[in-house]
């Protein structure tokens, strides 16, 4: 298995060197070793860097996601906040899709103010 290099995980998952050197000190990655004085990963960190960037576009902190890494299912009071977390993700899911669906209303619209249209005002709820 060919490791990589901290400046290669850097540039394939859009990360500064300093942020992955931030998520490691949280244990958020783990780094395989060194080359030299480079810290290199294995190729299945980008995996991991993929789902810390899902979880903080959720809205998750680095507490919560480090916590949720080593989670095990006894762990009640994460499962909880995930449940919490999954309806939040509902309602924004469900904000975002009648906002879009408005601003499609809204492309295609011919009233004037275009905020005051009926279909407009429909869409956004």
Known sequence: MTLLDIAEVAEKSGLAPSALRFYEKRGLVEPAG????????????LRRLDLV??????GFTIAEIARFLVA??????????????????????????????????A???????LVECPGFKAAIG
């Open 53 to 58: 960037a899902c979880a903080r576009g959720a």
């Open 72 to 105: 095990t299912p006894s762990d009640d009071a994460l499962r909880e906040r995930m449940a919490v977390k999954a309806t939040e993700l509902d309602d924004t899911i469900d904000r975002l899709t009648r906002m879009r669906d408005s601003l499609r209303h």
């Open 107 to 113: 492309a295609t619209c011919d009233h004037v103010p």
């Open 34 to 45: 060194r080359n030299g004085l480079r810290r290199t990963y294995h190729p299945d960190v």
